[in-house]
């Protein structure tokens, strides 16, 4: 299958006007010289802003369709915790290169990057304090940039992370900055003599700061930070700060990365009197990046990491000219809402108050990601609601969320986890999974911050759970090592060899949802059965319809569904591919046994 999908992409990477001895070969050897010709393209340095793989790719046609975010699936990893090739203990980008078959046959289209540029790891390298280099930790530049190709060669984009709110203290920029009160640089950070300014901005980790101020002995000073104090804002109304990370933008754009997943967007500008979040002057900053971006490298992607209600979020997409994607935040802590509920009524109602966007933009969903299940976006009520139903242990709270992984929220309940991945990747948007969800790996809360969800990747059952050679102690984390979720028994290998296991479960998932764009480009209709525990929509797309029906109850349910605007319809089960009866103009009943769901594609015999 891997080997089929992998000639499927790279035929998409044939050269426009192909020499004539190309149309002699077989087609597994024509796929051999692209593979060939593709690896030896791009190899000059970046830094010397040469020409870039993903020049020569687009020359080569590789990736045709500029929409090509909208049907994608997304995988978030940590280098660092993914696979270490060198014995260290620490993951690396030979590492992860070595593992990239395993997400080609998981049925990924695009990774997203954490952190991996030089950092004092405050924030586990959401502190950079060299934007244009990678952490030695995880090998060379030359490293990243085989890896790079390696991904594309496989039809695999890349994104990476671009933290342009603030730096680390340790980043030079800062380091000049809070030099002198006369230094050039001086305002290219927000400065203070009094803490008092921008009073009643919200603190964001509000387990760790006590204010968005902190002193400064060296100039003696106050500088404004939204996360930790070792992380310093830069000062966005500064003509040379924004174009200085324009310039970070276009390095990593020209060594050919995909486009970025964009941090903490909404806090760029400060302004008096205001909340300092979502402010005009920001998206005029968001905007005219994007414009650059577009102009120099179109096609790149842009995805906004603005953890706000829908409505607010809205205005990051503009009228097509500020982000390609968003992440819509509000839908994920509903989905495990409406799951403790077992009432879809939260999940359809954000979904329902969620204002339609530019064709051109997309929405990013996730279950689960390398930060607490965020719950800064609802209510009083339902954080407490949360809490008690998701998080009754104080180890598994941090700020205002909840530190755990998918497996374990869900009580390590294969059919909860499988309904909620099936409503991830059916739901309007693209689906972002999260490394090691997709074999259920476990958390380990008493390990501090957020680290208890960025344990090592488990592999197999031997040695560190085939993640390092090193001894245990050196490990970037420790590994899940408890009977439940341990690397003996949670682990790729094991689930490989398991044709039932989570791991062969998702990656059929993903193949349905790939079968067609429906999921990706469709429209959204809620059917409103009486039975509220079942949670049921339309998808469609020109001519193509996708009935999806949900229990979120752990009981089972009987369902009438009033399909009477598809009647005559014939839905195919799109797991099994079996037929069910006709729709009529009568109430269509289902019955669904605990947590099930059923896709059915409506076809006309
Ligand atoms: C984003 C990241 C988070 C980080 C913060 C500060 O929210 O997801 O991990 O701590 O930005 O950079």
Not at 44 to 61: C, N, P, Q, T
Not at 211 to 227: G, I, L, T
Not at 336 to 343: C, G, H, I, Q, T
């Amino acid at each position: 299958m891997m080997r089929e999908r992998r000639e499927e992409r790279a035929r998409y990477a044939a050269p426009a006007a192909a020499p004539r001895v190309f149309d002699c070969l077989s087609h597994a050897a024509r796929i051999r010289v692209i593979l060939r010709s593709q690896t030896r393209i791009g190899t000059k340095d970046a830094r010397a802003g040469s020409f870039s793989a993903f020049e020569s790719r687009s020359g080569g046609h590789v990736f045709q369709d500029p929409l090509w975010y909208k049907d994608a699936v997304f995988y978030e990893l940590h280098v660092k915790a993914f696979c270490d090739s060198s014995g260290d203990g620490m993951g690396d980008f030979r590492g992860l290169t070595s593992k990239l078959d395993y997400l080609v046959e998981l049925g990924i289209d695009c990774l997203w990057l954490l952190p991996m540029y030089p950092s004092p790891m405050r924030d586990d390298g959401y502190d950079i304090s060299d934007y244009c280099a990678i952490h030695p930790n995880y090998g060379s530049f030359d490293d990243f940039r085989s890896f790079l190709a390696a991904a594309h060669e496989r039809g695999l984009r890349v994104i990476t992370e671009l933290v342009l709110n603030h730096t680390s203290d340790q980043h030079p920029w800062f380091l000049e900055s809070r030099s002198s009160r006369d230094n050039a640089k001086r305002d290219w950070y927000v400065w203070s003599d009094t803490d008092d300014r921008y009073a009643g901005v919200r603190r964001i980790f509000v387990d760790t700061e006590l204010s968005n101020w902190a002193w400064d002995p060296v100039s003696k000073a106050y500088y404004w930070h939204r996360f930790f104090s070792q992380q310093p804002d830069l000062n966005f109304d500064h003509p040379e700060v924004r174009e200085a990370i324009w310039k970070v933008m276009k390095f990593w754009l020209e060594v050919g990365v995909d486009g970025f997943r964009v941090d903490a967007v909404p806090y760029l500008i400060e302004r008096e009197g205001t909340s300092c979040e979502n402010l005009p002057e920001t998206h005029d900053v968001l905007r005219e990046l994007r414009r650059r971006v577009d102009e120099e490298f179109p096609g790149r992607v842009l995805l906004a990491e603005a953890n706000m209600p829908p409505d607010e979020v809205r205005p990051y997409f503009g009228n097509d000219d500020e982000f390609h994607m968003s992440f819509h935040f509000p839908v994920m802590p509903r989905l495990f809402m409406a799951l403790r509920l077992e009432d879809r009524k939260p999940l359809v109602e954000i979904i329902e108050r969620t204002p339609p966007i530019p064709d051109g933009c997309q929405w990013g969903l996730f279950l689960r990601n390398h930060d607490e299940l965020t719950l800064e976006m609802v209510s009083d009520s339902e954080r407490a609601y949360m809490y008690d139903s998701y998080a009754v242990d104080p180890n598994e709270r941090i700020n205002l969320g909840i530190r755990r992984r998918l497996a374990p929220l869900l009580e390590g309940d294969l059919r909860r986890v499988q309904l909620l991945n099936g409503i991830l990747m059916s739901l309007p948007g693209s689906p972002f999974l999260y490394y090691g969800d997709e074999i259920g790996m476990g958390d380990n809360v008493y390990l501090g911050d957020r680290n208890g969800v960025r344990t090592p990747m488990q592999w197999d059952g031997g040695w560190n759970a085939g993640f390092s050679s090193a001894d245990p102690e050196r490990l970037c984390q420790p590994l899940i090592s408890n009977p439940i979720y341990g690397y003996q028994a949670v682990n790729v290998d094991a689930q490989e060899r398991n044709s039932h296991s989570l791991l062969n479960w998702t990656r059929r998932l993903i193949q349905l949802r790939r079968s067609t764009k429906v999921f990706g480009r469709g429209t959204v209709q809620f059917l409103a059965p009486a039975n509220h525990r079942v949670l049921a929509y339309v998808r469609k797309l020109g001519e193509e319809q996708i009935l999806i029906v949900n229990n979120l109850s752990s009981a089972a349910q009987a369902v009438e569904l009033d399909l009477s605007s598809v009647a005559g319809a014939i839905p195919v089960e799109m797991f099994g591919g079996s037929l069910f009866p006709r729709i009529g103009e009568q109430p269509y009943v289902l019955t669904l046994s605990p947590h099930t769901f059923y896709w059915f594609r409506l076809r006309w015999f």
